[in-house]
């Protein structure tokens, strides 16, 4: 499988610009109380929250690089909500244990090339590590510009924190 290359920025900067504007889209982050805000015009962040544990409701956050975007997913990566970055040995507690079969963390994937988003691999088919990472989706997984957009990684990420398949935090 041919990594993919990014996308012109003009065109990736007016594909989230269109994301952004998109009702359904917009009920949907509503309905779902996700809070999305922009860094800057290819970069978003988003705040989700886990089903809850213990009596506890955890958010996590979530940062999506849009610069392979919408021919490709976003790259989506856990960070500390404070910097918006991710330290394998900092920000540990930042992420989710996640082990759903269609969305994975890894905090530290063994990239055997180098990747410009490691070292953590947020594991499935809607996030742009996957086609980084040797894995090869199936037919029914592959992303498909115009059927996926950004809501689909981060609905798929949300999906994965509601499931039986999230256990909580990571701790250092």
Not at 89 to 113: E, I, M, R
Request: proline share 9%.
């Amino acid at each position: 499988m041919t990594r993919p290359s990014p996308v012109n920025p003009a065109l990736a900067r007016a594909a989230v610009a269109s994301f952004l504007e998109m009702p359904e889209w917009r009920q949907k982050i509503m309905g779902y109380g996700w809070r999305l805000e922009s860094i800057d015009e290819l970069t978003l962040y988003a705040v989700l929250r886990a089903r809850p544990l213990n009596d506890r409701i955890e958010e996590y956050t979530v940062r999506l690089a849009c610069d392979y975007y919408p021919t490709h997913p976003p790259d989506a990566k856990f960070v500390n909500p404070e910097t918006l970055e991710y330290e394998l040995n900092n920000d540990l507690n930042h992420l989710p244990k996640l082990a759903a079969p269609y969305c994975q963390v890894h905090p530290a994937y063994s990239w055997d090339h180098p990747y410009r988003y490691g070292p953590q691999l947020v594991c499935s088919s809607m996030t742009l590590g996957y086609y980084f990472s040797n894995h090869s989706p199936t037919a029914d997984q592959v992303w498909e510009p115009g059927r996926h957009t950004i809501g689909s990684t981060i609905h798929t990420i949300h999906r994965a924190l509601q499931s039986a398949h999230y256990s909580g935090r990571h701790v250092k």
